[in-house]
């Protein structure tokens, strides 16, 4: 009985918190975002990863409360460790972007929820990871290129064009002038002006 009693507690709060989650995208979407922080407040404190992931966008963005880049990266945290991949990501850019350039483990955490983000789709993880492998103090060019290739195939331009470069230059790959070509034309026909620079 008490077992029982613990399930429906849980439902019960899991429902309660997709509630207010959702009750807080539909007031931003009115515009009356001190409500829709409010929901997402609540809903967060009660553990529910989207929620936490929300109110860590109203921290970034100052949506309904003051701008606060480190509750962000707080709630943002909460909601990675749930396995939330664009959480995953923009927690992994705070720790790469505010980070003391020694912390080591600080880095390594980051790149640990990029690429779990990446691998769940996210997009722009994909593209900031495959950067961040062909850039680093020792360039990793395969693990980038396999990145932007992943970013490039869900529609992003500035991958593509980056996939030319890496086919241009041979990085990660074997030099390839034509594959090159074919990688800038379809991010220039997405809208690349880097990629149509690249052309002429």
């Known amino acids: ?3 029982a009693a613990f399930h429906l507690q849980q439902i019960f709060r899991i429902d309660i ?3 207010l989650n959702i009750l807080g995208i539909e007031s931003m979407r009115a515009g009356h975002y001190r409500i829709a922080y409010t929901c997402f407040k609540l809903a967060a404190d009660r553990g529910y990863s989207k929620a936490q992931f929300n109110v860590g966008l109203c921290y970034e963005h100052g949506r309904g409360t003051e701008k606060d880049l480190e509750k962000a990266a707080f ?3 909460h909601a990675a ?3 939330h991949p664009m959480a995953q990501y923009r927690y992994a850019r705070y720790l790469l972007c505010h980070r003391p350039e020694n912390e080591w483990d600080r880095h390594q955490k980051a790149v640990t929820f990029l690429e779990q983000a990446a691998m769940a789709g996210i997009t722009e993880a994909q593209a900031y990871l495959g950067v961040f492998y062909m850039r680093g103090l020792q360039p990793k060019e395969k693990r ?3 990145y932007l290739l992943l970013a490039a195939k869900n529609g ?5 064009y980056h ?3 890496c086919y241009e230059k041979g990085l990660g790959v ?3 002038l034509e594959e090159a070509m074919r990688h800038y034309r379809q991010s220039a026909a997405a809208g690349n002006r880097n990629a149509r620079e690249r052309l002429q």
């Open 1 to 3: 009985l008490e077992e």
């Open 17 to 19: 918190s997709i509630a």
């Open 75 to 77: 709630y943002y945290y």
């Open 81 to 83: 460790k749930s396995c």
């Open 144 to 146: 980038g290129l396999k």
């Open 156 to 160: 992003d331009a500035q991958s593509r």
């Open 163 to 165: 996939v030319g470069v």
């Open 174 to 176: 074997q030099q390839n």
